[in-house]
């Protein structure tokens, strides 16, 4: 049955007719508790979901959803390692990563916990050796620089982590390149010295065009200087494709490995973590790795109206299915975590932007929405217009630190007030005769009071959810992104779609090889790119 047609779905479409016709404004004025009562916290993070238009039926109701299309069974099946990726037919087990206790736990008759601690060990061994120039390179002098290549999930969690806890970082400066644009690496290698610069390439199959194009250009950079004697010294590989990793040239004590049930975008926490622990440490990662797990055990363990990513998930469904909001922003006032928004984009939208149930029917509601979004304040300077008094209505999640790591607090003072007006003014608005009287107050005329006063209306009502931590540390990054790992999972159980492959991905992969040949000149154009393909051809120099 489709989760639209349960009496648990009709009866959310019931109780928001009744409910539109209160504000949030109301709802705060009937419960001066209402901060509170609509708040959590989990160790240093305080989840505050009370600005939506929600009151503790629409949860109770919300809860009875998620229950009816059984989000507890599946999150054992995930959390046992049954193979609920349907369609690759593979377990889904990034959380066994982050399990520094648990020693046992079988996937296809292997017990993979004794595997997960030993590839740890070698992944801290190297990267520890690289930070203390017991490693070097090929003529004898330590590394200064590191260069992860690889895209997509082997890109985004150590770039977007690596920038997030850039405090911490004591170890060689890490660089990214990912983009099969060439700009990318030659802007890159051009601020390097072969000597001091250690590759790493990064790529789960060992296949992908960027990263092996990327890679190549990186090797004949180095042959170029240093010769072919070179690349076992100044290359490691991150990949689950050892037999590949071999060809390339890369010794196999230079390569740390993960497995099929660790998905791309899952897997910051597995080797692909490895340029993160080169910059933080090893303890630091540890940190990082036990914040995802106290998250874990929070998911599993909460009654679903106290567990954070339950509730992000199902105020999320109330949105996008109940008032049909199609996108999700996400602000960090948090200038380091300028890459989450980034992040979460591939987290959410690659695992649930899918269009067909679990048994292969195309799903009657709308699923997964469009995340994007931008650090604070700056956001506000450009797009936050829209937020404001746009006719479309975003709702928006706001992460904010209580403590910078700056010694000058007033930013930070200024920031957080940021922050939490930006909330507030979504939320409660301005009326057309508050925004008049406010003209007239300034000294306008009353007819330019009358004229100017629906421009500076807002009509407010607009939700959010904000989390304020202590500060941006190793514990609550990890903590932060597997609550959102666990907020798409609930919501992909809930629309009944697989959120653990990525076939749109695929396509993207194979239908470039196709062209290539023509874009390249080895072939004649074809097909619906030709008159495209034919024009930029014309246009190559
Ligand atoms: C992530 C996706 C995708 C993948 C990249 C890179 O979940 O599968 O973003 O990470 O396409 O793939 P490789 O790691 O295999 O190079």
Known sequence: MSVDTSSEWQALVRHKEMLASNSMVELFASDKERATNFSISLSDLLFDYSKNCITADTIDLLAGLADAVDVAGQRARMFDGTAINTTEMRAVLHTALRDRKRKNLMVDGVNIMPQIEAERSRVYGFAGAVRSGSIVGATGVAFTDVVN??????????????????????????????????????????????????????????????????????????????????VADHFAALSTNQAAVANFGIKPER????????????????????????????????????????ADQHFRDAPFKENIPVLMAIIGIWHRNFFGFTCHGVMPYDQRLARFPAYLQQLDMESNGKGVSLSG??????????????????????FFQLLHQGSDIIPVDFLVAANGFETDVRHHDILIANCFAQSEALMMGRGVSEAEALLLASGASEADAKRLAPHKTFPGNRPSNTFLYEKLEPHTLGMLIALYEHKVFVQGVIWGINSFDQMGVELGKEQANTLLPAVAGNADAEGISASLINAARAKRK
């Open 149 to 230: 290549i690889g895209i997509g999930g082997s890109d985004l969690g150590p770039a977007m982590a690596t920038l997030a806890l850039s405090p911490f970082g004591d170890g060689p400066s890490i660089h990214y390149v990912s983009n099969i644009d060439g700009a990318h690496i030659t802007d890159t290698l051009a601020r390097l010295d072969p000597r001091t610069t250690l590759f790493l390439v990064a790529s789960k199959t060992f296949t992908t065009t960027e990263t092996m194009t990327n890679a190549s250009t990186a090797r004949a950079w180095l042959v170029a200087a240093l010769g072919d004697g070179a």
């Open 255 to 294: 390569t740390f490995v993960f497995w099929d049930w660790v998905g791309g975008r899952y897997s910051i926490w597995s080797a692909i973590g490895l340029p993160l622990v080169i910059a933080i440490g090893a303890k630091n990662f540890d940190a990082f790795l036990d914040g995802a797990f106290l």
């Open 361 to 382: 029917e195309p799903v009657g509601y709308s699923t997964g929405p469009v995340i994007w979004g931008e650090p604070g304040t700056n956001g506000q300077h450009a």
